[in-house]
């Protein structure tokens, strides 16, 4: 037989590097580009050296956040350098609030995309390769909530929990956050859409979703006040076939009665409440401009505890914030101490211009601030391992979400009240329902024996 020539294999597919910062909504965004990235042919790439599309798609809460971002575009210069075709696009919330400051400190950069043009990145990202330079997309339109159809490719990282937008943006600003100037006025998306689209995920073997937005409590309120959060919860529950629902983030201020009643009664909704104080101190809730008083935040807490049994309480606090006095950060010790919350997120207070604590002078000396946050941290723990060592010998029933890092043969699952729990069970045990028996509880976790 003729020997023909040699012909060489070439990989003419595009392929995306893409490496995601800040918060589920972010996480979100990116499984919603790169969805939309693969239907113009696109791969995944783990390396920015392999990708002909290098993406960070970033976050602009703490000024770490951000330099955390300007740091690795200072790496991806000498890769630029040598591969000018590679093209380098910066999206998300950062991107929505420095905007063509991007291009003036990283001048290597071809693409800024902020989180209301995000729809747009495979006709961007287009642009530059037939020749365009530094293109600027950071319109928001504020009127408008997201379209169904960018969520109909979301690449999902997860095959058991996926993350559902319900509504764009956030209206509280309070005084030290910049989410609401990276994403705009608050928009919701129809009830219908996102009931179709937690059907779909059922039907495609999901057990949970995450709704999300920046305050889930204010679902619906510019949608003529027709909806409301709880009630969607409520549709939810009765119209899909979702094992789990669970939401982020709530802020007290909308925080109702009735979605502490359909919490209770709905069995889909897990009893978790993520409910973000921030300080003990009524004084400082007023800087931050909150519109609620510690009182006020209490009350609600024993409302949510005595109407839904076995929930969790999780909670944001930030420490240092202008003019906090060590009196009024003890108030947030004792506050944590009295509540006993389940587990906080906690952060040092990092100025944001455009923000009105801005103004404020960012007073409270680092080694202050890092002094509190450990302080903060330790008791934090403290109350976590109590409460976790307190399970040991129950049994509780949890999803199980992933391997842990540790081996094939060791699980990660969820309580229904957000407790990880973490085993050891030969076979596959994704995305099943199994009742384990606690044997030790730690920190951050309790480890247990499926029953
Ligand atoms: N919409 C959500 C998420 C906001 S960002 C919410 O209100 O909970 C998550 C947390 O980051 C906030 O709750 C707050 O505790 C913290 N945060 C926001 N801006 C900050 C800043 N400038 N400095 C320090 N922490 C901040
Ligand atoms: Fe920021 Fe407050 Fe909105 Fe949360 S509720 S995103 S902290 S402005
Ligand atoms: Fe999220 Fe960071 Fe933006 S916390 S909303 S990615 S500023």
């Excluded at 956050?177 to 859409?193: I, K, L, Q």
């Excluded at 040092?348 to 604590?357: D, E, F, I, L, M």
Aim: glycine letters at 8%.
């Amino acid at each position: 037989m003729e020997k023909g020539p040699d012909v060489i294999m070439q990989d003419l597919t595009p392929k995306v590097y893409l490496q995601t910062y800040g918060c589920q909504m972010n996480k979100l965004d990116s499984e919603v580009m790169l969805g939309l990235l693969a239907k113009e042919g696109y791969r995944c790439v783990g390396r920015p050296e392999e990708a002909d599309v290098i993406l960070y798609n970033t976050c602009s809460v703490r000024e770490h956040a951000e330099d955390k971002v300007w740091s690795e575009l200072g790496f991806l210069r000498a890769l630029k350098k040598e591969h000018p075709e590679k093209i380098l696009g910066i999206t998300g919330c950062m991107a929505q609030n420095v905007k063509e400051l991007v291009f003036k400190r990283a001048p290597h950069v071809d693409l800024v995309v902020g989180t209301g043009e995000e729809h747009r990145i495979a006709e961007l990202i287009e642009g530059i390769r037939q020749g365009e330079r530094q293109t600027l997309a950071v319109e928001i339109d504020h009127g408008r909530a997201p379209d169904p159809a960018v969520f109909q490719t979301t690449q999902r990282g997860s095959q058991v929990k996926a993350w559902v937008e319900i509504m764009a943006g956030c209206d509280q600003m309070c005084a030290y956050c910049v989410v609401p100037f990276t994403r705009g006025r608050e928009r919701s998306r129809p009830a219908r859409d996102i009931l179709d689209e937690v059907k779909g995920l059922a039907d495609r073997g999901f057990k949970e979703v995450t709704l999300l937005g920046q305050n889930v409590n204010a679902y619906g309120q510019d949608l003529g006040g027709e909806e409301d959060f709880a009630e969607l919860l409520h549709q939810l529950n009765q119209r899909s076939a979702i094992s789990r629902i669970r939401f982020l983030t709530s802020h007290p201020n909308n925080a109702t009665s009735r979605l502490a009643q359909v919490m209770a009664e709905a069995e889909r909704v897990c009893e978790h409440l993520h409910l973000p104080v921030q300080t003990g101190s009524d004084r400082i809730l007023k800087l931050m401009n909150r519109g609620y008083t510690v009182d006020d935040y209490r009350s609600l807490v024993d409302e949510f505890r005595s109407a839904v049994p076995g929930i969790s309480i999780t909670t944001d606090l930030i420490v240092g914030f202008p003019t906090e006095t060590e009196e009024e950060f003890a108030m947030t010790l004792d506050l944590v101490r009295e509540l006993e919350f389940d587990s906080a997120f906690l952060f040092k207070y990092s100025p944001r211009k455009g923000t009105a604590a801005y103004w404020m002078r960012d007073d409270v000396e680092e080694e202050i601030k890092k002094r509190r946050h450990q302080e903060i941290l330790a008791l934090v723990q403290e109350i976590s391992l109590r409460k976790h060592r307190a399970q040991e010998g129950s049994e509780v029933e949890i999803l199980v979400e992933r391997h842990a890092r540790k081996g094939p043969q060791t699980w990660v699952g969820r309580a229904r009240d957000f407790r990880k729990v973490v085993f050891r069970g030969e076979g596959s045990y994704l995305g099943r329902f199994v009742n384990v028996r606690i044997t030790e509880g730690r920190v951050d976790h309790l480890l247990g024996t499926p029953q």
